[in-house]
């Protein structure tokens, strides 16, 4: 089931063909965007696996990360999130049920829909096959996205890694995009709430409920 939820001061969408709205219709806070996996039972998951930087997608083919201070509390609040719906963090990716990446789009524009591959498969320092080891060799999303990225996007993917299946499926992800300011720490600020958002409208991925 998807969920599309504006925070605060966000204009309603008149046509509803549109998947995303202009960005010059929102004021306030990010746009948070969530889709999952509607036949995965989230309870069968204990534990989970998060790199220590968010992937930079630019237009650059050399991969970059963002690390700093501010990534951190984005990671961290990611963290909470997940220990507070019973996951349990692991520094190994051998010994997680689940992974998630996160992803934020610096200075690309992107359209991608469900019926061709998405543009970031190929993208240097994005899930590469092998990256969670040997035995799986893609990823697939098992429901139906479509949808703009825009500059500005933050991104969140949750692998499941214990299928058996050579290829693995994204169980659930969120997005969330809104407008820039020109201060980083109201962006900072804006993300955190998103995110936090983006949990929030998924108590589906709650082990404990």
Do not use: H
């Not at 089931?1 to 219709?25: F, G, I, R, W, Y």
């Not at 889709?35 to 989970?48: G, H, I, R």
């Not at 240097?124 to 139906?144: D, Q």
């Not at 299946?165 to 809104?178: E, L, Q, V």
């Amino acid at each position: 089931m998807k969920k599309l939820t504006p925070l605060l001061l966000v204009l309603l969408l008149t046509a509803s063909c549109q998947k995303e709205p202009d960005t010059s219709k929102l004021s306030g806070n990010f746009l948070v965007y969530t889709d999952y996996d509607t036949s995965e039972n989230f309870k069968t998951f204990n534990t989970y696996y998060l790199p220590d930087s968010i992937l930079l997608i630019t237009s650059s083919k050399t991969p970059s990360y963002w690390n700093n201070e501010q990534s951190d509390q984005l990671l961290t609040t990611i963290a909470e999130k997940m220990a507070a719906y019973g996951y349990t963090q692991v520094a190994e990716k051998e010994f997680a049920d689940v992974g998630l990446q996160v992803s934020y789009v610096e200075s690309t524009y992107y359209f991608t829909n469900y019926s061709s591959p998405y543009w970031w498969w190929d993208y240097p320092g994005y899930w590469y096959p092998g990256y969670w080891g040997g035995y799986w060799n893609s990823w697939y999303y098992p429901y139906t996205v479509s949808y703009n990225y825009t500059t500005g996007s933050l991104l969140v993917e949750m692998v499941k890694l214990d299928s058996e299946a050579r290829k693995i499926p994204i169980i659930w992800n969120a997005y969330m995009s809104g407008l820039l300011y020109s201060s980083n720490r109201i962006n900072l600020q804006l993300a955190i709430a998103a995110m936090n958002q983006a949990f929030e409208q998924s108590s589906y991925l709650n082990t404990q409920n």
